[in-house]
């Protein structure tokens, strides 16, 4: 009901009244509503894309919901609260509307005006002011004022939620990984490399300009919890890839040795990186003789930071009061040597899963494992 009312308000407004001030110039703050499914009225395929995001469920994940009570009881309400700035900050909610979703949503990146530092969710939202986008000749829409604004391209946007300072150990240092990576204005951002270009077209229904588009989507490594099998597969699919930009596997043998190499070619920050505490990346070799016989050689390789307490390794960063550092940062290498028997050949199978299994295990989220896939990112031969 409510998106008819929309559509026809859309229409009106359109076809109708579009020259005229009172649609242009809106006396209400965004008068077609703040919520993701407001803009999805005229910006049908960013809204589509995003739908399917890790932003657009930012509330969702069962490990964040088993986490949070951990978290205060480990270090007080304020720790447990926290967790709210990013992953429910309820900006939509900001123009009054009471059924507005508590997620990331649009407006949480096109109505920022700025930050109180580049970290912990310090963003700025003002929904009242015009939306920022990359154009600055945007045309009229009764809808919203527009403006260009360069914060909304920069890393640091993305950064003053991907960059975490505590509690105590509970780290997460992806815009200072990608700020030591690179070291000129041309070196990518986060958007040019997560919100890749599409072709050129209109951005909103009925606008005539055809302009620059991005990809919404923005593919991670988180699963998209309780989505169907078919969502899950091509989740699946396109984090492999992903993580297949970052690391380059190699594989050498030579003199009875196998060499196996990862480099993190891809990623301007470490990999894994963020919640790296929780992740899971390795390398699996298995060594096939003549006669068929094989070998299995697991984790010759492993990365992703592991919580420790009082030296010794422990599933969960909310009983942890170190972190061993396991992360590739951009352009680094880890490598092993294997010893291959004569006549063996060697395959050596890149694996990642967005959930370690003993964390799932200690929050007692086993029964929901098979919604956290082990990724093939590569396999060679030789
Ligand atoms: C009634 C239709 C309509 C609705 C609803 C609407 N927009 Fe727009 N939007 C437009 C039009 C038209 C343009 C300008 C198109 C052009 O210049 O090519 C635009 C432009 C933009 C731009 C680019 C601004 C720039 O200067 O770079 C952004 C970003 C944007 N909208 C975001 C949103 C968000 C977020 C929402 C929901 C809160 C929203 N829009 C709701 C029609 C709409
Ligand atoms: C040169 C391209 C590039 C740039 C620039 C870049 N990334 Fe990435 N990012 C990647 C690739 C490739 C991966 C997949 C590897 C991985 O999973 O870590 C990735 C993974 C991620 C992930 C999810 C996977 C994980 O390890 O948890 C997040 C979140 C992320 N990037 C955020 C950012 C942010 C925020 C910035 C800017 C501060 C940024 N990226 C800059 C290429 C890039
Ligand atoms: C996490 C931040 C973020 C969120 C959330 C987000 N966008 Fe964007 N959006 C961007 C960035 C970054 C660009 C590209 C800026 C550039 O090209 O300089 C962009 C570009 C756009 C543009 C310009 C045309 C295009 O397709 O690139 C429109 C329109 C737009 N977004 C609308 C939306 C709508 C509608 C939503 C919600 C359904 C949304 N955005 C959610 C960051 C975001
Ligand atoms: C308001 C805070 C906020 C802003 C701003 C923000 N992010 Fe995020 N981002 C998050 C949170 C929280 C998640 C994790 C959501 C989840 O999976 O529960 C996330 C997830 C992601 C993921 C997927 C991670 C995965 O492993 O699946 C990518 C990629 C990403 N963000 C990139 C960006 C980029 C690029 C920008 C800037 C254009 C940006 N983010 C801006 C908070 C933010
Ligand atoms: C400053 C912003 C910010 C705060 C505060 C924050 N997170 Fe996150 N969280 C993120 C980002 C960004 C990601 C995506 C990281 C990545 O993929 O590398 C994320 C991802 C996660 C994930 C993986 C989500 C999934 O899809 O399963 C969990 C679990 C999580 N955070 C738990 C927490 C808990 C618990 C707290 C509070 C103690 C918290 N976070 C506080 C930004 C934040």
Same mark, same amino acid.
Do not use: K, L, Q, Y
């Given at each position: 009901m409510r998106t008819l009312v929309l559509i026809a308000r859309t229409l009106v407004c359109l076809l109708v009244l579009a020259p005229l001030a009172a649609c242009a110039r809106p006396d209400e703050p965004l008068p077609f509503g703040a919520r993701s499914q407001d803009c999805a009225t005229c910006h049908v395929d960013q809204a589509e894309a995003f739908s399917g995001s890790a932003h657009a469920r930012s509330d969702a994940s069962p490990v964040l919901a088993a986490l949070i009570p951990r978290a205060t009881a480990r270090w007080g309400a304020a720790?447990?609260?926290? $967790?709210?700035? &990013?992953?429910? *900050? %309820?900006?939509?909610?900001?123009?009054?509307? *009471?059924?507005?979703?508590?997620? !990331?949503? $649009?407006?949480? $990146?096109?109505?920022? !005006?700025g930050n109180r530092g580049e970290r912990d969710g310090l963003l700025l939202v003002d929904p009242s002011a015009p939306l920022g986008g990359p154009f600055d000749d945007p045309e009229p829409t009764p809808a919203h004022a527009s403006r260009a604004a360069p914060l909304v391209a920069s890393s640091s946007l993305c950064g003053t939620c991907h960059e975490v300072t505590g509690p105590s150990v509970f780290v997460e240092a992806t815009l200072s990984e990608h700020r030591v990576s690179? %070291?000129? *204005? %041309?070196?990518? %951002? &986060?958007?040019s490399c997560h919100l890749p270009r599409l072709e050129d077209g209109p951005i909103a229904l009925g606008a005539e300009a055809s302009r620059q588009r991005r990809d919404h989507r923005f593919v991670g490594i988180d699963p998209p919890w309780g989505a169907s099998a078919e969502q899950r597969t091509d989740a699946a699919r396109e984090s492999a890839a992903l993580v297949a930009r970052a690391l380059a596997l190699e594989l050498t043998v030579a003199d009875g040795e196998a060499l196996v190499r990862v480099t993190n070619v891809g990623a301007r920050h470490a990999v894994p990186t963020g919640v790296s505490f929780l992740r899971d990346v390795w390398i699996d070799v298995e060594l096939v003789a003549a006669d068929g016989a094989s070998e299995h050689l697991p984790r010759v390789i492993t990365l992703g930071d592991q919580p420790m307490r009082a030296g010794e390794p422990v599933a969960l960063i909310t009983d942890a009061d170190a972190v061993e550092r396991h992360r590739l940062d951009a352009g680094q290498s880890a490598e092993v040597r294997v010893e291959v028997p004569p006549g063996a050949h060697v395959i050596a199978t890149l694996r990642a899963r967005a959930f370690r299994a003993d964390v799932l295990d200690a929050l007692e989220l086993g029964s929901r494992a098979d919604e956290v896939p082990v990724l093939e990112v590569a396999r060679l031969e030789e």
């Open positions: 720790a447990g609260n926290f $967790c709210a700035r &990013c992953h429910t *900050p %309820s900006h939509a909610a900001m123009t009054g509307d *009471p059924d507005a979703e508590v997620t !990331i949503t $649009c407006v949480t $990146c096109h109505a920022a !005006i690179v %070291s000129d *204005p %041309s070196d990518p %951002s &986060c958007a």
